[in-house]
């Protein structure tokens, strides 16, 4: 079936810089969205940014500025780029593929950033 593998995960020092890939499989069909969520220990899951079909994007205020979203069509691929990391950004990161009808999400990434 649909596959979302997210990888580039890691420890990093406040300041630093880390890029996340999400690499898709399978048939999936007509995607609405791609989107990045994250979830710290004990905390729920919250939406850092997405991109339509048509490339626009948005953010979660708190990594506005920071962090840039963008896709690779030809490696249907979706990267988060994150820079000026800070230790609030510590949690894992789910990728997440929106069609019509249906949701999927990758098993997440682990991102620790810690001095």
């Known amino acids: 079936q649909v596959q979302l593998v997210e990888s580039g995960g890691g420890l990093v020092q406040p300041g630093g810089s880390l890029r996340l890939s999400c690499a898709g499989s399978g048939r999936i069909g007509s995607i609405y969205y791609m989107r990045w969520y994250r979830q710290a220990p004990g905390k729920q899951r919250d939406l850092v940014a997405s991109?339509?079909?048509?490339?626009?994007?948005a953010y979660a205020d708190s990594v506005k500025g920071r962090f840039t979203i963008s896709r690779d069509n030809v490696k249907n691929t979706v990267y988060l780029q994150m820079n000026s990391l800070k230790p609030e950004d510590t949690a894992v990161y789910y990728c997440?593929?929106?069609?019509?009808?249906?949701?999927?999400w990758g098993q997440g990434t682990q991102v620790t950033v810690s001095s």
């Open positions: 991109i339509t079909s048509a490339g626009t994007t």
């Open positions: 997440n593929a929106e069609t019509f009808s249906n949701s999927y």
